[in-house]
């Protein structure tokens, strides 16, 4: 916006303008932004580290697998220099564990096709093929290594191949490495297969997808849980088609997820995260002089404490608590505001009404938050 277009704005739109500005940026408490883009507190007013005053120190415990037991015992007497005879019975005055790796290299077999000259009828006989010339020349535990590494540590190909090179001394290219992955995926296919089934026969299924980069490219990382089973599935695209192929038209009585567009109108019922909107609300109340916001975030603290208490209650209880937190959240949606957050709040609360208490519902089967989904 340059200068000709503030001055054509009125007092009122400057007003607005300038009030915009000063709002505070988001952080992780307030938002969905992770915890490591937040600023750093002054190093300064930050708290020592280190053990406190009176923390009852730790040591490493001793090893109860010993390779190699080395005993130091005392040569001569420093009183009269007389010479100790290794025979003297001894007693054990403190025992010390030295810890090394030992030298990891490859281990090598080769096969050798050899031929013969039949001495009967001259005859030149070929040994046959061996199975070790069939197949990849790479044994169970590279493949298992290379998966570890790649998965778990999310190490890159051009990282992974350093990684075999320099701890094992093993020269692998990234094409043959990703070969190498493909192979290794046949392992976990019958765990896979069953894994997908127990999820098209979940009544209830938390869903959440996030960003990842997938060989040089921007693509989605999906995450499907139930009560049985956690499905990955990696994507380029971040559309509801991700969840109908990964569904095969089972529809569950249930779907917990946030309020993003391809993650409505998969089940019967809907939960709505409400840590999500929790962070919304935060925000507002941060920011805003008007009162709604504190009123939704007092709203959902009844709502959090009902999801956390709601095994203990019976069904009356229960039905009674839920009652009273829908005419309270009725109220506060009817209410009046002049702030534009708690009017965009109102929205966003408005439009996922009947997803809120859908937990109180199914006591003991549907979480009022998304987190477990998010770890997962």
Known sequence: MGRGDLERLSKEE??????????PQKTSRTSSKPPS????????????GGAKPGHDGHSRAMSPDVDRLIDHQPDHCPCCRIRLSTDLPTETVSEHDTIELPAIKPWIERHRRLAVRCPACGTRVVAPVPEAAKETPFGPRIHAMATYLKTFQALSYERLQSAFADLFGLTLSQGGLMNLLRRAQR?????RDKAVAALRQAKVIASDETGVRIEGSSAYHWVFRCSQAVVHRASPTRGAVVVRTMMDGHRPEVWCSDRYSAQQGHAAAHQTCLAHLSRDVAYADEVSAD?????LKLWLHRAFALAEGIATLAASTLARKRRALERSLDAILAAPTSCDLARALQSKVRRARDQLLTFAHWPGLVEATNNACERA
């Open 187 to 191: 392992t976990f296919a019958g765990e």
């Open 14 to 23: 400057l007003i607005e303008l300038v009030l915009r500005l000063q709002r």
């Open 37 to 48: 883009t937040d600023r750093k507190e002054r190093r300064d007013q930050a708290k020592p």
């Open 291 to 295: 009162v709604l916001p504190s009123r």
